[in-house]
């Protein structure tokens, strides 16, 4: 499999395009008004704290107050031992945090939609190789790496080292990239987490509240730390500048990857190789089509996004059952990539068309979970259930693509969909019955979109003379061509 990173940097954002087999597989967007924070050490102030809801908000300098629960809040040791013999139970958050208490926590989830970042205190500082959990004393092992002898000899060379540095008191997490290192370079990156780690200690120290105390790397470079690895050929930058600041990092951590790192001076921008540019444009989309003349239907909600799949013009060649068949197979893997690259996440509910074979259903959904291995996002994915849908979820740690580029109709307020013409013209006939009940007047002066004037005038002619007649009084309309299919005013003349 070959795989390449484009990076395409500007002013105002910063956008990252990774490319497999000349198909683009996730994108990801930084823009300079609007930084993601996931990741960011900040001194915060709690403002208030919830029994109901065992959580807390923290200000920490951000228009919403961020969001901890109590589960994330780390115990002292004491409180911690404690607890430990305790039954398992969420702790009682005003034991934890008191209003008016200083906070040192991390972000662990941006801001979405109406609701503020979520938090922890469990600090932790990524590196190439290497996290750093300052206060703990846990080594673990990527569940990606999955050869046995790998994971007990990276365990026991990092709790080697750890034991040698007994001034340093924390734990590690042993990263996917770590796989392909050597000692010296794992030796390498705790020295520097540890270095870093002391840095945000002191300025912890000095900081006021509320304030950021540490700032993950910008997104370019980030993507050098945690997307470059052994299969990738290419890594394209198109900003001179910002390649030379890449190429710095590279020679510091990733040696080995700095002949595969060039700067693109070419004049086609470089987004419009692999057609990437027209990709992230179909992923805004509802509908994604299939080769074979199936297509997906793709609903982002706010509690969970839903997938429903359909044969559309494809009609098969042997019989029912293989059509829905090669349609499901088709889908696995046509939604394992837009998940990763609409970063769709939170809930996720797939309505496979129904297969009678339990064979059928087995390889549809070891095709969906073979094609995830590929995601860096965390999933979890559950079988067929009776009604022939697939639940699962998938991590969700910033704003999708979608939430990123776009915002809700400001003419449907997000719905989808308008009322009709037809709806609306009875709206009208509703609110003028009601007003003259309520006031005196000579006339109505109706202003409405054209859509709706015009119906008004032809289709409903026959009901606005009754109306008149009814109540009297003549009704005028007037077109507003600002005004949206559902505004309307009725004016007393």
Same mark, same amino acid.
């Given at each position: 499999?070959?795989?390449?990173?484009?990076?395409?940097?500007?002013?105002?954002?910063?956008?990252?395009?990774?490319?497999?087999?000349?198909?683009?597989?996730?994108?990801?967007?930084?823009?300079?008004?609007?930084?993601?924070?996931?990741?960011?050490? #900040?001194?915060?102030?709690?403002?208030?704290?919830?029994?109901?809801?065992?959580?807390?908000?923290?200000?920490?300098?951000?228009?919403?107050?961020?969001?901890?629960?109590?589960?994330?809040?780390?115990?002292?040791?004491?409180?911690?031992?404690?607890?430990?013999?305790?039954?398992? +139970?969420?702790?009682?958050?005003?034991? /934890?945090?008191?209003?008016?208490?200083?906070?040192? !926590?991390?972000?662990?989830?941006?801001?979405?939609?109406?609701?503020?970042?979520?938090?922890?205190?469990?600090?932790?500082?990524?590196?190439?190789?290497?996290?750093?959990?300052?206060?703990?004393?846990?080594?673990?092992?990527?569940?990606?790496?999955?050869?046995?002898?790998?994971?007990?000899? /990276?365990?026991? /060379?990092?709790?080697?080292?750890?034991?040698?540095? @007994?001034?340093?008191?924390?734990?590690?997490?042993?990263?996917?990239?770590?796989?392909?290192?050597?000692?010296? @370079?794992?030796?390498?990156?705790?020295?520097?987490?540890?270095?870093?780690?002391?840095?945000?200690?002191?300025?912890?120290?000095?900081?006021?509240?509320?304030?950021?105390?540490?700032?993950?790397?910008?997104?370019?470079?980030?993507?050098?730390?945690?997307?470059?690895?052994?299969?990738?050929?290419?890594?394209?930058?198109?900003?001179?500048?910002?390649?030379?600041?890449?190429?710095?990092?590279?020679?510091?951590?990733?040696?080995?990857? +700095?002949?595969?790192?060039?700067?693109?001076?070419?004049?086609?921008?470089?987004?419009?190789?692999?057609?990437?540019?027209?990709?992230?444009?179909?992923?805004?989309?509802?509908?994604?089509?299939?080769?074979?003349?199936? #297509? !997906?239907?793709?609903?982002?909600?706010?509690?969970?996004?839903?997938?429903?799949?359909?044969?559309?013009?494809?009609?098969?060649?042997?019989?029912?059952?293989?059509?829905?068949?090669?349609?499901?197979?088709?889908?696995?893997?046509?939604?394992?990539?837009?998940?990763?690259?609409?970063?769709?996440?939170?809930?996720?509910?797939?309505?496979?068309?129904?297969?009678?074979?339990?064979?059928?259903?087995?390889?549809?959904?070891?095709?969906?979970?073979?094609?995830? @291995?590929?995601?860096?996002?965390?999933?979890?994915?559950?079988?067929?259930?009776?009604? %022939?849908?697939?639940?699962?979820?998938?991590?969700?740690?910033?704003?999708?693509?979608?939430?990123?580029?776009?915002?809700?109709?400001?003419?449907?307020? %997000?719905?989808?969909?308008?009322?009709?013409?037809?709806?609306?013209? #009875?709206?009208?006939?509703?609110?003028?019955?009601?007003?003259?009940?309520? #006031?005196?007047?000579?006339?109505?002066?109706?202003?409405?979109?054209?859509? !709706?004037?015009?119906?008004?005038?032809?289709?409903?002619?026959?009901?606005?003379?009754?109306?008149?007649?009814?109540?009297?009084?003549?009704?005028?309309?007037?077109? @507003?061509?600002?005004?949206?299919?559902?505004?309307?005013?009725?004016?007393?003349?």
């Amino acid at each position: 499999m070959s795989e390449e990173i484009l990076i395409n940097v500007t002013p105002v954002e910063t956008r990252v395009a990774l490319v497999e087999n000349g198909m683009l597989q996730e994108a990801y967007i930084e823009r300079t008004s609007r930084k993601g924070i996931v990741g960011n050490i #900040y001194k915060g102030k709690v403002v208030r704290v919830l029994p109901g809801m065992e959580a807390a908000f923290v200000d920490i300098g951000l228009e919403r107050a961020a969001f901890i629960h109590a589960s994330d809040v780390v115990c002292s040791q004491p409180a911690a031992d404690e607890l430990a013999n305790a039954p398992k +139970s969420v702790p009682d958050i005003r034991s /934890l945090l008191r209003e008016g208490q200083s906070l040192v !926590v991390q972000v662990t989830k941006d801001p979405i939609g109406t609701k503020g970042a979520r938090l922890t205190t469990q600090l932790s500082i990524p590196s190439r190789y290497l996290v750093f959990m300052p206060g703990v004393s846990h080594v673990g092992i990527s569940q990606r790496i999955e050869d046995d002898s790998q994971r007990a000899r /990276l365990k026991a /060379l990092i709790e080697q080292a750890a034991a040698e540095h @007994e001034d340093v008191q924390g734990g590690y997490i042993v990263r996917t990239a770590a796989e392909a290192a050597s000692d010296d @370079e794992l030796i390498a990156d705790m020295v520097y987490l540890h270095r870093l780690s002391q840095s945000v200690e002191d300025r912890i120290a000095k900081a006021p509240v509320p304030s950021a105390v540490y700032q993950d790397l910008p997104l370019f470079i980030r993507t050098i730390r945690d997307l470059i690895r052994p299969q990738t050929e290419k890594v394209r930058i198109d900003s001179r500048e910002s390649h030379q600041r890449v190429m710095e990092f590279v020679h510091e951590f990733v040696a080995e990857f +700095s002949d595969r790192v060039e700067y693109y001076p070419g004049e086609r921008p470089i987004f419009d190789l692999y057609s990437v540019e027209d990709e992230i444009q179909k992923a805004l989309s509802r509908k994604v089509q299939l080769k074979s003349g199936g #297509y !997906v239907i793709i609903d982002q909600t706010e509690a969970m996004t839903t997938i429903d799949i359909n044969t559309g013009a494809f009609v098969g060649h042997r019989n029912l059952e293989e059509t829905i068949f090669k349609t499901n197979l088709e889908a696995a893997r046509a939604i394992s990539r837009q998940l990763r690259l609409r970063n769709l996440g939170g809930i996720i509910i797939i309505d496979f068309i129904d297969m009678e074979d339990p064979e059928h259903q087995r390889q549809v959904h070891r095709m969906l979970e073979k094609m995830l @291995e590929r995601d860096h996002a965390k999933t979890k994915i559950t079988g067929v259930s009776e009604l %022939g849908l697939v639940e699962m979820t998938r991590k969700r740690t910033t704003e999708s693509l979608g939430q990123v580029l776009c915002e809700p109709c400001p003419i449907c307020d %997000g719905r989808g969909f308008l009322k009709t013409s037809e709806t609306v013209c #009875y709206e009208i006939f509703r609110e003028i019955m009601r007003i003259n009940r309520a #006031y005196e007047a000579e006339s109505y002066l109706v202003m409405a979109s054209q859509k !709706v004037v015009d119906r008004l005038l032809d289709e409903e002619s026959d009901n606005v003379a009754d109306l008149e007649t009814f109540i009297g009084k003549a009704v005028r309309f007037q077109v @507003e061509p600002f005004y949206s299919q559902e505004q309307y005013d009725v004016v007393l003349l």
